[in-house]
């Protein structure tokens, strides 16, 4: 089943990734439906990675917590189920990567702790509602990642750079471009940075740590955005005994939609 | 020393207080500088604290969180000491108010979690700011707060009603009250509700539950704003062994600006 035969509402689609009928990059899925990354900790370690997240909200803006010995993500989408509706997972042990799975089946235990965090697909559909293109999805290819010199605030074990994605933006839409973003904080929100990369520490433009290289033209400025790689990132390098991400592009669709978390 | 005769700077403010030199209801103090409501509970129930108020913004709005072993909140006042620079201090033991002290040199354990909430000082300047009276101020008492029916979401062992605050509000003067104050969600941002009480369970708005009760005019409606007693009342009804709070009226002030947590 292609993206594009898929049925519109999110409960049905994870009823279908749930089921194994469908799995795939959940970009363009269930328009106008919130979706999120997700990291999973053990309990030891979820006071101090929600702290981490409330003391960094660009990188880390949390959507919900789902507590210990729960699996139901009750605010965002009651009903489903966090260890089989994601249509993909990464098992990370002591900072490696063991595993990808397709279910979180022989990997729960009782002690773990979900934590789910927007992500930059709801500020990117307010960006092309008001004539805003952007070049990652243009091109097809996922949007460029940049470790920078920007600090996060530690909290416990958890601290590191943030990671920002890039979009090159023409000139005359930048302002544009901050005033529909400062719309999100739950998904980011407004840039963290305009123009020269070296000045957040980006040596070289084209070469992102993560996703794929886009072109800057003639006129344009490259804009960036605090990334939700950042909590992954600095939650990885503290090397808990076990982590459980999506994998990259396979996200938890919510049955929240992006206008419930647009400030005003 | 009178309120009038204190310095401006927040820091300079806080050595009296911790000095012993002066000690006061600090509405009024350091203007424009960020006050916060204090709460301090063991370890064992912060990460449910921290939940609770991830869960429920509006009456919860952090500022900050010292963790467990730490005095100094280093990112909103750095030099300061939590347990010397807040003018008053209730102990509560078991939910029940046990003592109200001065510093908390004899109180003081590593395993305390201090929580610092937005308060509404910084959104009413807001309104002051743009002609928008506010009656309470006018009559020199407190704002009226309420326990309404609207429920928070509960966390672990906290969970109860919302309580807000309430201010006339004349009704050519109410949508700029939402604008001004929707700027603010760091503390406690937009109303809840705009007129009548009885829609939030509030039976006679002559006899608010806390603070005083201030005359509704003519031309006026009731606008209601979630309130940080909440969490303090939420946090004494789970009768945690140890929870510390600032005494009423008695604000930690910081070195933020209120214009620091403007959205935009």
Known sequence: MG??????????????????????????????YVQANLAILPQALAFDFLLFCQRNPRPCPLLEVIEAGQVEPALTAPGADIRTDVPGYRI???GELTAEVLTLAEHWRDDLVS??????????SAMTDVGIPLRHQEMGCNVPMYITNIPTIPA??????????????????????????SRFPATHGAPVHIGDPAAIGIKDISRPDFGDPVEIRSGEEP???????????????S??????????GHMFITDQRDADYAVF
């Open 3 to 32: 993206t594009t035969e898929l049925p519109n509402s999110p409960a049905e689609v994870r009823g279908l990734i749930r089921t194994g009928q469908w799995r795939g990059v959940t970009a363009g899925v269930a328009p106008r």
């Open 92 to 94: 990370y042990e002591n």
């Open 115 to 124: 934590f789910l965090l927007g992500c930059s697909f709801s500020f990117e």
């Open 156 to 181: 416990g074990t958890f601290s590191g750079p943030m990671v920002v994605s890039m979009r090159p933006i023409k000139r005359d839409q930048i302002v544009r471009a901050v005033q529909v973003t």
């Open 223 to 237: 804009v960036f955005w605090a990334c939700g790689v950042t909590p992954q990132a600095v939650a990885i390098s």
């Open 239 to 248: 090397k808990p005994s076990l982590m459980i991400t999506h994998a990259p």
